[in-house]
């Protein structure tokens, strides 16, 4: 008797689902760290190109800060503009005679870079969408350009890009796929090992799609809550002063 189509799925689970444990974690590893670096390079990139001189700033610094802008818009222009798949080829061979690093090492630097470059822009979006009237404040107090983008522009602008920030990470677990053309052992490169050795591409495929679909609703369900949490009203009230369900109560006991 043919197989049915699910029963072809439990089969290759069932066989082979040490090689797509792997492939997820390979796939998150790469993911994950890869985010967090590009999110830091995004600080770093956005939040100098957001800075204003002060009219009275020496000419070396007018002159070092309009040279930061150049040449980072001529890397934000260069890894928005490219594909991944060839910046990935391109700098690791380009690289490899140079630093002779490892697969896994050049796919978490190639989607740093790459992520670096859209998070820039994110993170300078959410520093414009802070008052201006807060880094006046600031500055009155007697802060510096510096101190005031980091203890008070900053916490906010990460605060407002969150959204945006958290699909990046989505974004960032589908396209590693592309990573695959180094060989490390993600998800996608799994797969195709798979279909390739069992002849199932529709089925070996459909898995992985059901696994990439899994990653990312488990991802966007956990950015949903910790973006609830961030955006919790607070106060210094007690809760039941502060709730409308308990009005009542919270107004009969200030008349005791």
Known sequence: MEKTFFQIIFEILEEYWPSLLLGVRTTLIVSLLGT??????????GGIRAIRLDPNASKSSKVIKKLFDILSSIYITVFRGTPMMVQAVFLYYALLNIVHWDKMVAAIFVISINTGAYMSEIIRAGIQAVD????????????????????????QAIRNAFPAIGNELIVNIKDSSVLMILSITELMFQAKSIAGTTYRYTETYFIEAAIYLLLTSIAALILNTIEKKLYQQKTSLPQSDTDPHNMKFATDRRNV
Do not use: D, K
């Not at 006046?136 to 983008?149: C, D, F, I, V, W």
């Open 36 to 45: 967090f670096f590009g999110l830091l390079l995004g600080l770093l990139v």
């Open 132 to 155: 201006i009237g807060q880094t006046e404040a600031a500055r009155s107090l007697g802060m510096s350009n510096a101190q005031t983008m980091q203890h008070v522009i900053l916490p």
